[in-house]
């Protein structure tokens, strides 16, 4: 089972910048999709920005324009840079790796422990 381990969180006042990482225990080309969610106190956790093993992204419409995530394969490392930060990004992030049965289409979701990110006004 793959982990995953967050870093980059911080606190920073709006309008800033703040870039997550998210190192992989082992490859992440297997893993058909790379994401990041967040938590805010009270709120479920929500989708961010996800690319695919084979490059393509996806972006809550919050954050477009704002927020990049890209992958490192090499590096086993997936990112997020996060851009003009507001106080409604406040939460804490979470790097996600699913993986999907070919012939099923069962998933299988595996969770970091999550960085905070704190964006003052």
């Known amino acids: 089972q793959v982990q995953l381990v967050e870093s980059g969180g911080g606190l920073v006042q709006a309008g800033g910048s703040l870039r997550l990482s998210c190192a992989a225990s082992e490859s992440i080309f297997s893993y058909n999709r790379m994401a990041w969610y967040r938590q805010a106190p009270g709120k479920l956790r929500d989708l961010v920005a996800s690319i695919t093993s084979g490059g393509s992204t996806n972006y809550a419409d919050s954050v477009k324009g704002r927020f990049t995530i890209s992958r490192d394969n090499t590096k086993n490392t997936v990112y997020l840079q996060m851009n003009s930060l507001k106080p409604e990004d406040t939460a804490v992030y979470y790097c996600?790796?699913?993986?999907?049965?070919?012939?099923?289409?069962?998933?299988?979701?595996?969770w970091g422990q999550g960085t905070q990110v704190t964006v003052s006004s």
């Open positions: 996600n790796a699913r993986e999907r049965e070919a012939r099923t289409f069962r998933e299988y979701h595996y």
